[in-house]
């Protein structure tokens, strides 16, 4: 049985911005990414997944949501329950990335919290990074978000991104473009600085240099 390489993702979402970022870097096929229909399976089923007995290098993308440090124990916690593993007190900045010794191997860890393992967010904070810096329409995007009356947005206050995000998006060659497909048609730019750092992350999880740039 062939080891292997995974990385999991809270939703369909996650899972096609990876995928389009991978293509645009040409990174080369060495593991597959699973969706796991929202964090909250994810965390339920990443003992189960720290078990397998196939397993060599596993990653795991989250979103930090609104309380980093408590999305950050929580992890710690899982991890350091599947095994020995010196799981630091806050994520690394570039993406942590661990060994865990289990009693028949060892396999390497590696997580990132969205959007850069150091702020609250989620994937549409990432998003953001992704927007080309000299683009006129993401400030028209916020500004008219902000200007809907509390009393008639039909959004939840922690969704506010999404609402930004999503908003200019409509307003682009193809109206409504999934986030993936965004990446793809390069409406978002795939090489900012934060795009690197998620994908030197990768590489140095899933141990290859082929291919990155």
């Not at 060495?30 to 796991?36: A, G, L, N, S």
């Not at 390497?108 to 992704?130: A, K, S, T, Y």
């Not at 810096?133 to 959004?155: G, K």
């Not at 590489?203 to 082929?210: S, V």
Request: aromatic share 8%; charged share 25%; glycine share 6%.
């Amino acid at each position: 049985m062939a080891d292997k390489n995974i990385l999991l993702v809270e939703g369909n979402d996650d899972l096609h911005v990876l995928c389009a970022l991978l293509e645009r870097y040409q990174f080369p096929e060495v593991f597959e990414v699973q969706e796991k229909g929202g964090v909250d399976n994810l965390l339920e089923t990443l003992p189960i997944e720290l078990k397998r007995s196939d397993l060599a290098a596993l990653g795991i993308v989250v979103d930090a949501d609104t309380d980093l440090t408590a999305r950050w124990s929580r992890l710690r916690s899982i991890i350091s329950r599947a095994g020995e593993a010196a799981v630091p007190n806050r994520p690394d900045a570039n993406g942590t990335i661990l060994a865990l010794r289990r009693p028949d191997r060892l396999v390497r860890i590696g997580v990132w919290l969205m959007p850069d393992n150091q702020l609250p967010g989620m994937l549409e904070h990432f998003i953001e990074f992704l927007v080309p810096e000299d683009d006129a329409l993401w400030p028209r995007a916020v500004r008219s978000v902000e200007q809907i009356p509390h009393q008639q947005r039909r959004f939840h206050s922690t969704h506010e991104q999404k609402a930004n995000v999503h908003t200019w998006l409509a307003w682009q060659e193809d109206p409504g473009t999934p986030l993936g497909q965004a990446i793809t048609k390069r409406y978002l730019s795939a090489y900012s600085p934060e795009a690197h750092v998620l994908m030197d992350w990768l590489r140095r999880l899933f141990g290859t240099n082929e291919g990155y740039g």
